[in-house]
């Protein structure tokens, strides 16, 4: 069989599996239309603001997109084609599933953060942990995502238009993006670029095949199966591509993104089209560039050589761009590694105001309320951009992978206090706990132990965490479900 039948059997994959597993996890959330949601409840024109269903899914995919879908399959592509199955089940089972739950226990607590909504079902210790945990990634995911872009601007444009020149002008975006209504910037340009992000996936997919391109063509050793490990630095696939392939597959920065569309969906069953949609329209964009990273270089060998160039992964996208779809490609390209890293930066930050005004308890309809915790916020950012985020961000993946487990396990725990089947979530949240532990013990920038010994405590503290959920399923369900006020009775 002509291995473009695997692209095609992955597409549907993830296509078929949407249609069908998504309404399976939607019976276990148990959404509810006629409930008043918090675009309509708590109203106040600056985050709560209620939307049109497609345009929340476009502003959806672009928020949790970012550079993952594209950057990391590109990364994940050298270890061969077992990242497609990473792609299609991690996202089908795992992403969004989590992406789905996230958003839609944020629509049910009224729009709360994260570590609020991780609060209310694994309790106080976890909520005060993802407070810190969430609001030092977001600000961390800002700054990356001011710096990257920046580097790429001040190289197309005049000496002028330097590098401090790019960053000013891009944290200067940032700053309204964050202060000014969700309707004013977000939503009128997030679903244009949203466009713009699946027609370069589009455009690379049908390149691909109107070239000729034989697909998945890397040798492996005689007797290796297709899935094989083709790394040319014999890294293992369990689990740095894991951690390698996030936003693709999985990725907790989604649980941070996901409740500023709850504060503007108008009935909670287009939860399933906009959350768990949008994860699966991710995992398409990443198997289209895992895929093109694959075939489009005759090698992991050449593909290393193609990332280790100036810019890295962003070299690898222009390239292909450039090649497949000429210079209309090499716009789209540039636009695109631009915009998606722009379009996560500001968001975080946007993300990040509204986790400290949930904990402090400032109200968000007044721009002086909204300058009081986003000036600091950006202070910070500023000075955090002069340091070289290299080392950090390599803790970027697995912190990001972390976060993702323990919305995993607080989705577990809503099934149980709803006494829905929880183990659809459960045995996700397991996994992710062994490969995330698993990860940093064993990899370079974590502890260095060796992976034998790194896979063992990965998996021995995956047992642990599954006996204690177990051991507290009583308490849950002892519990009565928490419901925050949604009527009318709700303040503004």
């Given amino acids: 069989m002509p291995h473009v039948f695997y692209f095609f059997l992955a597409l549907a994959a993830l296509l078929v599996g949407y249609y069908l597993y998504s309404r399976v996890i939607e019976r276990l959330f148990g959404p509810n239309p006629s409930r008043p949601t918090p675009a309509e409840t708590l109203s106040d024109g600056v985050d709560y603001v209620k939307r049109p269903s497609w345009k929340i899914f476009l502003i959806q995919l672009l928020n949790i997109a970012g550079v993952g ?165 014999g890294l293992p696939i369990w689990p740095l591509m894991f951690i390698t392939i996030a936003c693709a597959a999985l990725s907790g920065f989604h649980a941070t993104q996901s409740p500023l569309m709850a504060r503007c969906v108008g009935n909670e069953r287009a939860g399933r089209r906009i959350f768990y949609g949008a994860m699966i329209a991710e995992a398409i964009i990443g198997l289209v560039w895992a895929t093109a990273g694959m075939t489009f270089y005759p090698s992991a060998q050449a593909l290393a050589a193609a990332l280790a160039n100036q810019g890295a992964a962003a070299f690898v996208v222009k390239d292909i761009s450039l090649t497949l779809l000429g210079s209309v490609g090499g716009v789209l390209a540039i636009l695109g590694v631009v915009i998606l890293p722009i379009s996560s930066g500001d968001t975080a930050f946007r993300a990040a105001r509204l986790l400290v005004a949930d904990f402090f308890g400032f109200s968000q309809d007044k721009a002086r309320s909204r300058l009081l915790i986003a000036l600091p916020l950006f202070i910070i950012g500023i000075f955090l951009s002069q340091i070289d985020f290299n080392i950090i961000w390599r803790y970027f993946g697995w912190a990001n992978q972390t976060l993702a487990t323990v919305v995993l396990w607080s989705a577990a725990a809503y099934c149980v206090r709803r006494g829905v089947f929880h183990w659809l979530v459960t045995i996700p949240a397991t996994f992710m706990t062994a490969t995330c532990i698993a990860y940093i013990c064993g990899a370079p920038e974590g502890f260095k132990i060796p992976w034998t010994y790194s896979y063992a405590i990965g998996i021995a503290t995956a047992v642990f965490s599954l006996s204690w959920f177990l051991a507290s399923m009583g308490k849950f369900r002892t519990k009565i479900l928490l419901e925050l006020p949604c009527p009318a009775a709700a303040s503004k």
């Fill in 69 to 233: 879908p594209v950057f990391g399959p590109i990364l994940g592509a050298l270890y061969g084609p077992a990242a497609l199955l990473w792609i299609v089940l991690g996202s089908l089972l795992a992403g969004a599933v989590h992406d789905y739950f996230s958003g839609m226990m944020s629509l049910r607590y009224n729009g709360k953060s994260v570590p609020d909504v991780v609060g209310f079902t694994l309790g106080q210790g976890f909520k005060q942990f993802m407070r810190g945990f969430s609001l030092v990634l977001l600000v961390l995911v800002g700054v990356v995502f001011v710096t990257a872009p920046a580097g790429i601007l001040s190289g197309l444009t005049p000496p002028w238009m330097n590098f401090s020149f790019w960053l000013g002008v891009i944290f200067l975006y940032y700053f309204l993006a964050t202060i000014l209504p969700i309707d004013v910037i977000i939503a009128k340009l997030y679903p244009l670029f949203a466009v713009v992000l699946l027609i370069m996936a589009v455009g690379v997919a049908g390149g691909l095949i109107v070239k000729g391109y034989v697909f998945y063509n890397w040798e492996v050793a005689p007797g290796a199966s297709f899935f094989s490990n083709v790394h040319p630095k």
